[in-house]
Nanobody
Framework: QVQLVESGGGLVQAGGSLRLSCAASGRTFSRYGMGWFRQAPGKEREFVALIRWSGGSTYYADSVKGRFTISRDNAKNTVYLQMNSLKPEDTAVYYC????????????WGQGTQVTVSS
């Protein structure tokens, strides 16, 4: 069983920065990787970033490229999302999720952490 706990959300001004953390427990390194998603009120949950456990390859949504950076610390079994140059558009609940290697499904999810960016 994989368990995920997000932290680091909060209220920031436009142009500011915030770092989210996702602490994982259980067998994760044998799976594909960890992703970040976000969901704003009335909108569909959208992909933000992904990092692979093996090799550390990263992928980003076009809306956050150049502003967000996903990274991992294998020793701490933790994944981070560094968010810079934040915009009101980034306001959402952010979730981390673990992706399986064989079937490619995000079948483990954290509880979410709120990020609010003011104008």
């Amino acid at each position: 069983q994989v368990q995920l706990v997000e932290s680091g959300g909060g209220l920031v001004q436009a142009g500011g920065s915030l770092r989210l953390s996702c602490a994982a427990s259980g067998r994760t390194f044998s799976r594909y990787g960890m992703g970040w998603f976000r969901q704003a009120p009335g909108k569909e949950r959208e992909f933000v970033a992904l990092i692979r456990w093996s090799g550390g390859s990263t992928y980003y949504a076009d809306s956050v490229k150049g502003r967000f950076t996903i990274s991992r610390d294998n020793a701490k079994n933790t994944v981070y999302l560094q968010m810079n140059s934040l915009k009101p558009e980034d306001t959402a609940v952010y979730y981390c999720a673990d992706r399986g290697l064989v079937q490619g499904e995000y079948d483990y999810w954290g509880q979410g952490t709120q990020v609010t960016v003011s104008s």
